[in-house]
């Protein structure tokens, strides 16, 4: 089962070093292997049987950690919740995956309440950090009242997980995930960061999400020691990486400007950091330029990826993470699990610097959708996961991030990439922050539109805004239309939701690609 | 096929890079996968099918790692053949395996007309160094004419190689291991050694062999550059270390001894090094010492394992090699693909302190042993592999090999550790190399009994040596008789063949372990 091997190892050969850190509570490696494998005993006593899937619906915790351990360990199937969901979403989920039991915390216990009265069929409940209450079982009690049973055998091809991907196109679909794959990418992610045994991780994105999850499989295969914040919290999150000596953190951009802007912020406390993750977005070059002269010591890694491989495509090395410089904007090179190539329309691979769609495969690869055949057909083809990301490979080969498929804004017969538009509309000096989003228009078939938050006191028209671009980019692709807006839409990943800008826009109309 | 994808990798990101280094000849990460995938075809056209066993009978050289790849490429089951082996040997393995297909190289030239006079059937020859002559195609001309084709498709769960045990306990037999066994075993390598791209691997044990196929597959997965000597040679290899600047490379404790030793040697010469690995056998304290005092900037690895676990077992990192240290004699601790527990006769975990059986298990374990299903019956238990190697694990988990089970001495109800023994006879100023091995006794069912290479111009008497011996160890453990020899028998992995030493005292005689 390759993760829970790991956990094993770590209790025989790190019996006494420190597993979790979670507030005032830490445990050794031997005491988490215990919690988990009597967890698992209470889990197995409560009906859940190999194969069943498990939710979990709960902010970062040691908690967390134990019962998703715990379920796999009782040969069970974890499914982590999206914590921004609604009611409704976790039903649409809790119904698609068929999951009989919902762990939860105190943080959810009102929408566990919800979700129970709605939900068909016998939903067993379990809470990670209070006592046993009449509607669900206390972890703690599972855990006190279980013998330590051993791992259920199962086979490293076998499910291990359903991950739902984000909302930021339509419906979720269910990523059926093996334990192999999680453990290659976990193994990708390690070589790449060179987390190394005796490091600290810090959870300090949400943890159902699999950039978390990949990091802590990472730190799991390594023995690393995991620390904990509920949720993201600049003052906390420097707060836990001074406290606990954190080496190793995975941030999406926009909350290493928070950290930056803290009160809490100085880089001395961030001096046991050893090498800072991040992805899900391009970073702004001031953010980046200032973590370099801050933190000269501290690896900066450019991650990317999709939950559908694992979550490992590519990523950037230290060294080329340079303002300005020839790779700075590149997503860089496959990690040690994954392939990646460039195609056309038809399947074929295209020449370097001529953008198409990344198309990558590897260990880490899903199995394919949950209970979706059809969207499994679309996506695996011939063995490649389809990315939906549109880019290039420079003459180096390194990879260049241009757009969504879905994103990508074709006008008068020419592809206009959001991304190339955005960057010259960030570079006006009332802007704050941008999307860039395709409309219908009689003439041209889709229209580059700006939605803008402007910065506070700021102000800007169309004209200035065309005025600004033509100086950055050629004429076609500039924005004809804007809105302003006081703030953007994100996912629970921190992602745009382009979706949610378009949809008033195309009522009543058909775009090519939804 | 994991491996097969980390030569696709490094064809598209590292296109330019050196893959290969072989005397004048060098070939980039494009050119290595491009000779691959056009031998592929070439083995293709000349009637080798997928699935087929390809032997390879070679010195160490960039067409030997070619030819490996191409005969997965094209959907082989590789088979590296001892390079110790007589000619009965390798038709013992050519049928054993049924190979279709042998790859040689002119310095098994006369080996391979031998076996072509006696083997059945027809089996293909391809000569890797020289040019086509009648009896076999030149892996030249096969990459010459070949086209470059699609690796075969197949699963990580396939077999990728049948790898032949070495003969210190009686007939070889075909270790089987898949793609997977042989990825995550790479992998264990490259976490353990923290192998970074950008590196340099020397080929310097012989290629045939997991200690040099581990190492080599994690340079693989890293896109290091392979250096090659054929064999090792003193002043060749520090030439090699010195010329391009290698970083990684595995010997056994004899070479190193060798280096040292060598006319060429000189610690500037090795300055590029980063880590050195070794295993097969302890590592006296002078030469380890001599190591740390002249190459304090280089990691040094014990690694510890077998075939049978690809080979991957255990390590002890570089900050315990202290000569003297509580864990200077320690193998250490799991690989990251690996876990291994101590086990008394019944299979029960043992105390701390205790001396047991390792088993070890993982997905670098065999999937067993080629045509022997009973030998895997017996070697292969609950999932978890029989090593064979007594050993106890210490109150911090580390591992300490006390014997192999099969060389263990039983005399008059105690166990005996020959290692121990050894120790305490090397101590003696008249000994060079010293083998202890039990033979028969009339009044102790077995006597330990040392085998010795004295020292030039040195000499010493059983008496001498037990009384040496009882300063050191128990009396029950010192030698009761022994016998001065030139040289002792060795492996081509470099052990001391301890079957070969009993064989004549055994004669007529049972032994309870053979």
């Not at 059809?374 to 880019?391: L, N, P, S």
């Not at 700021?458 to 600004?468: G, R, S, Y």
């Not at 939701?497 to 939804?514: D, F, I, M, Y």
């Amino acid at each position: 089962m390759l993760l829970i091997d790991a956990v094993r190892r770590n209790a025989a050969f790190r019996a006494d070093e420190i597993a979790t850190i979670d507030g005032e509570e830490q445990h050794t490696w031997a005491q988490f292997a215990q919690r988990v494998a009597r967890a698992a005993d209470g889990l197995r006593q409560m009906g859940v049987a190999p194969g069943d899937r498990v939710g979990i619906l709960a902010w970062n915790s040691a908690r967390y950690l134990e019962a998703q351990f715990a379920i796999w360990w009782m040969g069970g199937v974890l499914v982590p919740m999206n914590i921004r969901w609604s009611v409704e979403e976790n039903l649409y989920c809790i119904r698609d995956a068929g999951i009989t039991a919902l762990v939860f915390d105190t943080g959810f216990a009102e929408a566990a309440r919800a979700i129970a009265a709605q939900a068909e069929g016998s939903l067993r409940h379990i809470i990670l950090d209070a006592a046993t209450d009449e509607a669900a079982t206390a972890l703690e009690d599972l855990i006190a009242q279980g013998t330590a049973i051993d791992a259920h055998d199962t086979s490293h091809d076998n499910l291990a997980g359903i991950y739902y991907t984000g909302g930021t196109t339509g419906f979720p679909k269910g990523v059926m995930l093996s334990f192999l794959a999680l453990w290659t990418a976990a193994i990708g992610i390690v070589l790449a960061n060179r987390m190394a045994p005796g490091g600290r991780m810090l959870h300090a994105t949400p943890m159902f999400h699999l950039a978390d999850g990949g990091m802590s499989h990472g730190a799991m295969i390594q023995g690393a020691t995991h620390v904990f914040v509920p949720r993201f919290d600049p003052a906390d999150v420097i707060a836990m990486i001074d406290r606990h000596q954190v080496t190793d953190v995975l941030l999406v951009p926009t909350m290493i400007g928070m950290l930056q802007t803290s009160d809490a912020y100085a880089p001395e406390k961030l001096r046991s950091l050893r090498c800072l993750s991040f992805g899900a977005s391009p970073i702004p070059a001031p953010i980046l330029a200032r973590l370099q002269a801050d933190l000269p010591h501290v690896n900066l890694l450019h991650v990317y990826g999709q939950t559908e491989m694992g979550p490992t495509i590519s990523y950037l090395e230290p060294h080329h993470q340079v303002p300005g410089g020839p790779k700075a904007l590149s997503v860089g090179k496959p990690f040690a699990c994954a392939e990646a190539k460039v195609v056309d329309a038809d399947g074929v691979e295209v020449a370097p610097g001529v953008p198409g769609e990344i198309m990558a495969r590897g260990p880490s690869a899903m199995m394919g959708y949950w209970n979706k055949p059809e969207d499994t057909a679309k996506t695996i083809i011939d063995g490649w996961v389809k990315t939906g990301d549109v880019a290039y490979k420079d003459a180096d080969g390194f990879l260049f991030i241009c757009d969504r498929v879905k994103d990508m804004i074709i006008t008068g017969g020419e592809n206009v990439f959001c991304a190339e538009v955005e960057n010259a509309v960030a570079a006006h000096p009332a802007v704050a922050q941008v999307a860039v989003i395709g409309v219908p228009d009689p003439d041209f078939g889709e229209r580059v539109h700006a939605v803008i938050v402007p910065k506070p006191g700021q102000t800007l028209t169309a004209d200035d805004l065309k005025a600004h671009c033509k100086t950055l980019i050629a004429n076609y692709k500039c924005p004809r239309s804007i809105e302003l807006r006081d703030a953007l839409p994100v996912s629970a990943a921190g992602k745009i939701l382009k979706r949610t800008l378009r949809e008033p826009h195309w009522t009543g109309h058909a775009r090519a690609v939804n």
